[in-house]
């Protein structure tokens, strides 16, 4: 049987929220270096546009590595074909008439509205993944380093005393 719940939060964002459920981190969880991944060659038009827009923004909040390069991939390709989605729904319309055999006609969603639905739902995924979406935001703080460091749970982990 499956998991039930929401997807566990990436440690790493738990660290950068301050840890709000209190509970025990984690101690083996991988922690890739931030790094920006090379991309990916199939990636054409708008989805390379879209790479080369929101790579610097993830490298700059530190959520980003290397092992992140097919999950950002995949955003890039969902976002690339929602755009399309909506630029044939603007040019045809969110309606298709169709004419049955019997010369009857009707109107059904164009099959764009749908294409363009799925394309958010997993864009929307994604960008939860990475902290980007307004509510996901909110329970992230600040991931640039201060004083120099470069790991923002060292501070978390660094004993003053």
């Known amino acids: 049987m499956g998991r039930r719940g929401p997807p566990p939060k990436p440690t790493h964002l ?12 984690p101690p083996d969880e991988p922690q890739p270096e931030v790094a920006e991944p090379k991309c990916p060659a199939h990636l054409k038009g708008e989805a390379r546009r879209e790479w080369k827009r929101i790579v610097p923004e993830l490298l700059d909040l530190r959520v980003l590595s290397r092992v992140d390069r097919a999950a ?31 010369g009857t006609l009707y109107q059904q969603q164009h ?18 993944e ?29 004993d003053t005393a």
């Open 14 to 25: 738990k660290l950068l929220a301050g840890n709000p459920g209190r509970k025990p981190l």
């Open 111 to 128: 099959p764009a509205v749908g294409i363009a639905n799925e394309a958010l739902r997993q864009m929307k995924g994604f960008l939860t």
């Open 72 to 102: 950002l991939a995949a955003y890039c390709q969902a976002y690339a074909r929602w755009v399309d989605a909506e630029e044939i729904i603007r040019r045809e319309g969110l309606l298709v008439v169709y004419e049955t055999k019997g």
């Open 130 to 158: 990475f902290g980007l979406t307004p509510a996901s935001r909110t329970r992230v703080r600040s991931m640039k380093p201060k004083d120099g460091h470069s790991d923002p749970a060292e501070e978390f982990f660094t």
